[in-house]
C-alpha cells in the first residue's frame, strides 16, 4: 500500500472531526479508495501500469488517482475547483443544506490528503476553461485527460441534481442531463480544449456520475468525439467513455 505522511498538527482536529462521521469514514477508507483506483486502472488504462505517462486529473477529489499514478512513475497533474466555486442551487433548502456541509467537509478532506501527500494540484474552475481556454493548462501537454465522477458537476450548468432527491436518503444524488442545442455546443468546446493539451494518439477518459438519461449524453458525446477525429475506445453503461486522438 501507498505510504501515508503524517498530518500537521494544525490541521489534525479538522481532520478528526470529519472521519469521525460514520459517513465519511466509510466514504474515505484509504485502501478501499486506493483498490478502486487500481482496479479502474487495469480496467481502463492498463497502459499507466508501464509508467512514463502525463497524466491530468480533472475533480481529482483527495487525489488518490495521482498517488497511485505517482506509484507507476507517471507525472500527474490534478485540479480542483477554487474555495469560492459555487454549485448551482438546489431547491429543496433541507437538501441544499445537507449538500453544501458535505461539500465542506469533502473538500477539507481533499485539501488534507493533497497537502499531506505533496499532490500536485491545481484550482481552477474547469469550465471556465472550456469557454475562455486556460493560458497555464495550455502550456502543458498530456498523454491523458482523465476526469472521474466529476463531468455533471463541472457542467453544472446543464445537469439538475434537484430531478432525483428521494436518492438523497441514501446519502446519494443522481441527477439529469439538461440536453439543449447550447449544451452540445458545451460539448464540442470542452473536446476541443482538451485536444489543445493532448499529445498526439492521446486518450480523454471520461466516467460521468450515472443519470437518468444517460443514452442520450452518451450518444451526443461519441457523435461530437468522432466530429472531432476521435476514434472510441471503451463505450460502457452510457456513462463510461475513452476516446483515442487519431491525430
Ligand atoms: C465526486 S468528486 C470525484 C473525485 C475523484 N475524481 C474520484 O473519483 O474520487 C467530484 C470532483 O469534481 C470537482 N469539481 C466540481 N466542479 C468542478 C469544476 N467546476 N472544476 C473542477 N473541478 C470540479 C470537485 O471538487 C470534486 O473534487
Redesign the pocket.
Known sequence: MIKLNSIPKELEATYNEIIKIPKFSVKFDRDKRINEKLQYISSYMPEISKGGYKILD????PGE?LEVLRNYNCTSIG???PDN?RWSEIRDPKLANYHEESIIKY?NF?KINIFRQKLDVLS????SCFTNGNKELEKMKFNIINC???IN??LIKYYDLNYAIDNYKNHHIFGKWLLSEEFYSCLKLMIKFFDKILLPGGAIMLVALISSNDQEYSQKLIHTAKELGYNVEISKDYHIHKFRKTK
Not at 124 to 127: A, E, N, Q, T
Request: hydrophobic share 45%; charged share 10%.
Open positions: 480533472i475533480g481529482t477529489g488517482f485540479i480542483n475547483p466555486h473538500n481533499s481552477i474552475d474547469m469550465f472521474q465522477d466529476a458537476l463541472i
